[in-house]
């Protein structure tokens, strides 16, 4: 794990996170800064390591989770394409192989729902470890009054889990879902397409999405 925590200790890369996550908040949308990229890539980590992959996949996928939402920096539009962009400067200056430079960016160019395909194995490991982070202190708006369907959604959400089967045949979503707050036909109002997203990219692992909400199957 020497470059995904050389990447973690860089100042610049710092910043770019810092003031991506602070363009997000400007426009209202959730958080998006160090929380949501480490969970990220602790969940590609556990994704890629239960399933087997070698240690350094397992970072390369970490590394892309780290640096997928940099593209925020310069616009929410297309932020997956201009983070992969930036991501390949960062890399490729730090002398990272071409092989891995390209496995990075594909998967942080194919992130974003509306654009990004499950291309490769670690595309598909991170969208699923990105689509998956919803929760309560995503929500930075404290005002329950003025929530959007956004804030909604992600508040009501009380716990999120991830998990793979022994069998390594099943991924499931687990949510815990306060109603008072948003119903379940909210999230899938703003999450439907990137369930589907999800269920494509498990399709790549060799697995099966599923979604349960309050111990109800609803894919």
Do not use: W
Request: glycine letters at 4%.
């Amino acid at each position: 794990m020497e470059i995904y925590e050389k990447i973690r200790q860089s100042e610049a890369i710092k910043v770019y996170i810092q003031r991506a996550d602070e363009s997000l908040a400007a426009l209202g949308f959730t958080e998006h800064s160090f929380a949501h990229v480490t969970r990220v890539a602790e969940t590609v980590r556990y994704i890629l390591e239960t399933l087997g992959y070698s240690a350094h996949d397992v970072e390369m996928g970490m590394i892309a989770a780290y640096l997928h939402d940099i593209g925020n920096l310069i616009n929410r539009s297309e932020h997956a394409q201009s983070g992969a962009i930036m991501a390949f400067r960062i890399l490729d200056e730090m002398g990272m192989p071409a092989e891995d430079v390209a496995t990075i960016v594909t998967a942080i160019g194919n992130h974003d729902e509306g654009t990004g395909v499950p291309v490769n194995d670690i595309a598909a490991a991170l969208i699923l470890a990105d689509k998956s982070d919803v929760r309560r202190s995503r929500v930075r708006n404290q005002d329950q009054q003025t929530f959007d369907i956004h804030d909604r959604v992600n508040y009501s959400v009380e716990k999120s889990v991830l998990k793979i089967n022994q069998e390594h045949s099943l991924i499931k979503l687990k949510l815990s879902v306060d109603t008072h707050y948003s119903s379940v036909m909210d999230y899938f109002e703003i999450f439907l397409q990137r369930m589907v997203m999800c269920r494509k990219a498990a399709e790549k692992l060799g697995l099966t999405f599923k979604l349960m909400i309050n111990e109800q199957s609803l894919i």
